[in-house]
């Protein structure tokens, strides 16, 4: 059978019992693992979309979640779909102006949320929302209303409204409109991304088919499924039998890939980043012979390259590496994990090399939630990945290069439109059906795809030169006391680097040598821990194009994230609310004549 909507992947699971028989849905309830197998599934899902007709919604009603990811997100999704309404995820990091913004914009009836802390916050804002009537908890929460009573009303009205159900699901098409997702928001109000049903199966399939994952594995999933990526990767997920355990919280990520010896998940470059930094942290720890041999090993994996056949020599020091070090690497998250999904930002190249030579494939994608997302990605086949590049192109996907390498796509996952906004729709969508994607990118004479920067964060200098900034940023974030920076110098004679140090790795240089601090900006100010950063930059520098080269740090004591607002949900950087937060430390590094102003931190260290 073909799948066209996202409710069609209930009747896969019968069409191909050997194939996606072991299929799970996994959530953490009271401390312990619940397993809802395929049967479990449907019977919710139907009973969710009978209940929500029985309590009254109808047909093109918006239902939002806001949520971490579990089982029932998904009992939602489905029984939205196959209810002819259409589910709004609001990522649950977002403040209440936010949230209320998205809830009145997309006109959503009811809202479910997953704790008691986010239905204080709902509740806080309630006299706002201008069309949610009902607020309702995954959890039980003392006074709420528990989303149980959805599932259970469609169960006691089976006999009225299992046909209308039936009715509705098979008027609908796969051009109807399934999810509205907003955007991150790095500038401006974020806007509601309309996909349909064939929108997200189609790159759900699309991936499938380079994907090496099966009914025989299991993988974790923890960025917010209300993010387009995890959201469509779900669904590949489902598409392939996969088995899919939702993690409790950010802080357990660790203990379930270890616990579970899953065979795979999607992450951030941030996350890989700081899986990184914790093995570093541990090789400081070793005898002095010891980490001799893991910095050796280190060098060894930064010079790796995916399928190619190394040298003789090469590959003798690479199995004393993996037998020495990479191994502990794999032992210490799971010895089956052989895929890594790694999309939302640029990838540092030498952590791809590195992951690589330890037996950690990351496969790195490019996309937009405007396309469902994936339009390219790196998979695992010989000649089909290269560091440093986002992958080739996807089957039935288009893309190309404008004059001024703006990256165009035509895609069955474009999205509808922008909700409620036919202006915007248009601006990105030409007469010709092209996506305007607004990041600037090239391709290989091989077909690969590589990005090098968004259009409208490229900016020129006051010599008349440009600069892409996420290029020097991603070559800065290399050094292990670095965490965050933004490029700044936009119309000045030079770039300077906004950053954001890793505190971790500060205070353990500070205690080495021997400087004392009270805080992060007691730290930040202090003239030996200045000079370490500027050796740190020079450093990299000479990796760097001359007008590429940063002449000037701003340090801050600041610590970036979606809550402290500097990051958005899917951890790009907000570049104009940091340039406007820092505005006048970046005013006075090029006007020498004013004092520097001093930095003030979030923390309360």
């Keep these: ?61 918006k239902i939002a979640t806001i949520t971490n990811n579990r089982p029932e997100w998904n009992f939602m999704e489905m029984g939205i779909g196959m209810a002819g309404m259409v589910h709004v995820p609001v990522h649950p990091t977002l403040s209440e102006d936010e949230i209320t913004y998205i809830l009145n914009h997309s006109e959503s009836s009811m809202v479910i949320v997953s704790d008691s802390a986010l239905y204080k916050k709902l509740q806080n804002v309630k006299d706002k929302l201008s069309f949610t009537h009902r607020i309702l908890t995954f959890n039980q929460v003392e006074g709420a209303e528990n989303w149980s009573v959805i599932p259970e009303s469609g169960k006691a009205n089976a006999a009225e409204y299992y046909d209308k159900v039936m009715d509705i699901r098979e008027s609908i098409s796969e051009e109807d409109l399934l999810t509205i997702i ?73 203990r379930d890939i270890k616990d579970l010896q899953v065979d795979g998940f999607i992450a951030v470059p ?25 910095m050796q090993s280190l060098k060894l994996a930064e010079q790796y390259t995916p399928y190619k056949k190394h040298s003789l020599s090469y590959r003798i020091r690479h199995y004393l590496a993996d037998k020495l070090v990479f191994s502990k690497w794999r032992e210490a998250l799971s010895p089956n994990l052989t895929f890594i999904g790694c999309g939302g930002s640029a990838l540092q190249p030498r952590l791809a090399r590195i992951f690589w030579a330890a037996g950690l494939p990351v496969f790195e994608g490019y ?99 440009y600069v892409a900034p996420q290029q020097i940023e991603n070559k800065l974030k290399e ?8 490029i700044v110098g936009e119309n000045q004679k030079y770039p300077a680097a906004i950053i954001s140090p ?21 730290l930040i100010r202090n003239t030996e821990v200045v000079k370490h950063f500027q050796e740190e930059i020079r450093k990299f520098n000479k990796k760097l194009s001359e007008s590429d080269q ?50 003030k931190s979030n923390d309360n260290n």
């Excluded at 349909?196 to 199966?201: D, G």
């Excluded at 990945?385 to 039935?396: C, E, R």
């Excluded at 050094?479 to 933004?486: D, H, P």
């Excluded at 890793?502 to 007691?522: G, P, S, V, Y």
Aim: proline content about 3%; hydrophobic content about 35%; charged content about 25%.
């Design 270 to 294: 941030r996350l890989l980043e700081s899986i990184y930094d914790k093995i570093m942290q541990k090789a400081k720890k070793l005898s002095s012979a010891k980490r001799f041999i893991f």
């Design 367 to 465: 996309g937009l939630t405007e396309t469902s997302p994936v339009v390219a990605v790196n998979y695992s086949k010989p000649g089909f990945v290269m560091a440093g590049s986002v992958g080739k192109i996807l089957k039935d996907v288009d893309v190309k290069i404008a004059d001024d390498g703006e990256i165009l796509i035509k895609s069955p996952g474009l999205m509808i439109g922008y909700y409620k906004d036919p202006v915007a729709t248009s601006d990105v969508i030409d007469k010709d059906g092209w996506f305007h994607s607004g990041d600037i990118g090239e391709l290989t004479q091989e077909g690969f795809l590589k990005i090098t920067d968004r259009k409208k964060e490229i900016f020129k200098m006051s010599n008349g030169k």
């Design 550 to 599: 940063v002449k000037k740090i701003i340090l801050i004591a600041d610590e970036w994230s979606p809550i402290t607002g500097e990051l958005s949900s899917s951890l790009k950087l907000k570049r104009q609310v940091i340039i406007q937060k820092y505005k006048d430390l970046v005013e006075a590094v090029y006007n020498p004549k004013r004092e520097p102003i001093a930095v």
């Design 1 to 61: 059978m073909q799948i066209k909507r996202n409710f069609d992947l209930l009747d896969r699971f019968n069409q191909y019992p050997d194939t996606i028989g072991k299929f799970k849905l996994a959530g953490v309830e009271n401390g312990k693992w619940r397993e809802y197998n395929t049967k479990d599934y449907k019977d919710i899902v139907w009973n969710v979309s009978m209940g929500l007709l029985s309590s009254g919604f109808k047909p093109g009603d």
């Design 502 to 522: 890793n505190f971790q790795e500060l205070a353990q240089w500070c205690q080495k040598k021997k400087i004392q601090f009270q805080d992060h900006t007691d």
């Design 182 to 254: 907003y955007t991150s928001g790095t500038t401006g109000l974020p806007k509601g991304v309309m996909l349909s049903h064939k929108n997200l199966m189609s790159n759900a399939i699309g991936t499938s088919e380079i994907q090496h994952l099966n009914h025989n594995h299991k993988a974790l999933s923890f960025l917010p499924l209300s993010h387009v990526f995890e959201h469509m990767v779900n669904y590949q997920y489902h598409y392939l039998g996969v088995s899919v355990y939702y993690a409790e919280s950010i802080n357990t990520i660790a």
């Design 479 to 486: 050094s292990f006391y670095i965490q965050q920076l933004m």
